[in-house]
């Protein structure tokens, strides 16, 4: 917990983004999307949907759904992406570019998470729409866990740094990449030392809990997600990163709903819930580090400087008040169970 007596009664940051976020689709989409557009202005919406959104058409109709559900009098951008496969073709690049609202392409390997059934088996397979990404300044946001069945689940990350992206950054150095929600200390060594673009976003939940959280008493399915937690070493370094004042960590909450039969099951799937409060969730994280100084430019500025895109304006404020969250939370015909459910925290946003 916090010590109190030196923290501020508030913060005041500007208005964050989150780069990376879970909205779904339909009736789950119009639950979640008002906790996302309540704290964020803009977030990298992802593609993993049932069907994967895969072409430039399928995202500017996908964004027009998502603006359809947004409440009325809630401003909020959502900035698309494409669901890469083995079979994109560099043509659909250029189209998502001329598009105007897809900001990156997202690598799924195959099986690594929840809907990668469609993502790519071997990058080989997807060099000249790569290239094409380079060409035309695509940022390209990888999931980077490699699927072998050799490799230990806890592994899988460090494993994809040496077999995926090395060889990646020299084929394409200049093409951008973000290090999707960066769980080891291997990754986040990896990109603060790396040449060239590239940055990494960090969630709320990795920089608050190690993976001893999956296991308290008791099997517990809201804190599994992937990639899963992992020791306390690489939990420090992570805070490191993200409070590190290095502008390539930027927030992306992983925010992933499911709804409670999902997680609560024999095979629960992936996925931490944290819309509602991510921000409380991150200040929090950053008070324990001694450093809501740095907050704002890890929640408001580094990310929006990658991505070539304006800071927002307008402003946030956290409370340092305790409240509790619910235990859960309506989504379409079902429920789900937000991260912390029934736990008291310490950050209110206002
Ligand atoms: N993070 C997760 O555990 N789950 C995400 C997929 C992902 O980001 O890998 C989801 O879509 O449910
Ligand atoms: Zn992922
Ligand atoms: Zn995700």
Redesign the pocket.
Known sequence: MSDFETLPDSITITRPDDW?L?LRDGATLASVLPHSARQFGRAIV?P?LKPPVTTAAAAVAYRDRILAALPAGMAFDPLMTLYLTNNTPPDEIVRAQESGVVHAVKL?PAG?????DAGVTDIANCYKTLEKMQEVGMPFLV?GEVTDHDIDLFDREAVFIERVMRPLRRDFPALKIVF??ITTKDAAQYVAEAEGPIAATITAHHLLYNRNEIFKGGIRPHY????VLKREEHRLALVTAATSGDERFFLGT?S?P?AQGAKEAACG????YTALHAMELYTEAFARAGALDKLEAFSSFNGPDFYDLPRNTGTITLKREQWTLPDLLPMADAQVVPLNAGETINWKMV
Do not use: K, V
């Open positions: 990376h879970h992802m993993n799924y690594a998470t929840t809907n990668s999931h999707e929600h599994y997600c992937l990639p992983d992933a499911h799937c992936a996925g931490c």
